[in-house]
């Protein structure tokens, strides 16, 4: 029985693509880490021999490894792209490969018939739900905003400040009066939130910081508390991504707010790529996940023991 059994395993996921390359953008964030740990244990789980690549956030490593995953003739290749441009030539290889691409959490600006489908989250409406927070919060008193940017040129750094801005747009009282990257992480978080201090006053001219990811906003906070100053009291703190760390930091009252984002991009993906593969099923070109927003007001402690073994 063992035997035949065996086999009908085999058999159920010989359709199923076999060896799928993930060209991961890297470990910048809390989030970005839980995207990997929960793509290898999908994989695991399916059955699927997972080729993983670590590019430390290089565009030109990104490349390589998608080069690398074509000549070595995997069935489908994830891509979470650090940018949105300098993707054509080599999709196009792909594309000629007969090889499918699945994009994970960032989109890109190539022509949509160089991919199968996007899975991620409406990066414009994030910014907004993010906007309407401070809106809503600060209600008709005047606010001076500092935005930490996420990595330059990508898609949630465009979108999420688009997103924002609309939500904040005819609310005058409102100002964004400046705006950096901090690349997505706690340690340029810390340090461009440094300079923003010294640049207001020592921190006393700033009302809020909107920061493009949880993470910049972590350190961040940090930042404010050596400035002597009181995060999510003298300086109102939004976010996004909904990690274990940032609800921590709303339990003891130092951030304010936070849009979640699902670190599962591959179980979309997964699906979408079998059906692909089994059926010729072609996927809309854009799988969207859920946002959420989340306040002190919403359990932050359970939420924070709810995700902390999620492997952020
Ligand atoms: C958004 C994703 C972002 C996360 C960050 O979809 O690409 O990248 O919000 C991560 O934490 O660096
Ligand atoms: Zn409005």
């Not at 441009?85 to 999709?91: A, M």
């Not at 959490?105 to 906007?131: F, I, M, N, P």
């Not at 809503?136 to 949630?156: F, K, M, W, Y």
């Not at 950096?180 to 992480?185: A, H, P």
Request: charge should be negative; aromatic fraction near 6%; proline fraction near 3%.
């Amino acid at each position: 029985l063992m035997m035949t059994v065996a086999v009908l395993a085999l058999g159920a996921t010989a359709s199923m693509a076999q060896t799928v390359g993930f060209s991961q953008i890297g470990s910048e964030s809390g989030w970005r880490a839980a995207e990997t740990t929960l793509t290898k244990q999908q994989a695991e789980e399916r059955g699927i021999d997972l080729k993983f690549s670590d590019a430390q956030q290089k565009q030109e490593n990104q490349i390589a490894a998608i080069r690398s995953f074509i000549a070595q003739g995997v069935d489908a290749i994830l891509l979470a792209p650090v940018v949105a441009t300098g993707w054509d030539s080599v999709l196009q290889e792909a594309h000629e490969a007969e090889i499918p691409v699945v994009l994970l959490d960032r989109s890109v600006d190539s022509d949509k018939a160089l991919y199968l489908t996007a899975v991620g989250s409406d990066l414009v409406h994030e910014g907004a739900v993010a906007g309407q927070w401070l809106v809503d919060t600060v209600a008709g008193n005047d606010c001076r905003v500092v935005e930490l940017q996420g990595t330059t040129g990508s898609s949630p750094a465009i979108d999420r400040k688009a997103g924002f801005e609309s939500a904040i747009e005819g609310h005058d009282n409102i100002e964004i009066v400046r705006s950096q990257t901090g690349d997505f992480t706690r340690a340029q978080g810390k340090e461009v939130m440094e300079s923003f201090l010294q640049a207001e006053n020592g921190g006393k001219d700033i009302c809020a910081l909107y920061a493009h990811n949880d993470d910049m906003a972590v350190g961040a906070i940090q930042a404010i508390k050596e400035a002597g100053l009181k995060p999510g009291e003298d300086i109102l703190v939004v976010s996004i991504d909904a990690v274990p760390d940032i609800f921590q930091a709303m339990a003891a009252g130092e951030a304010n707010a936070t849009v979640e984002l699902t670190p599962n991009m591959a179980g979309p993906a997964f699906d979408a790529l079998k059906a692909y593969m089994e059926d010729g099923a072609e996927p809309a070109k854009f799988i969207q996940t859920e946002s959420k927003l989340y306040t002190q007001a919403d359990d932050p402690a359970g939420e924070y023991e709810r995700r902390k073994d999620l492997g952020y």
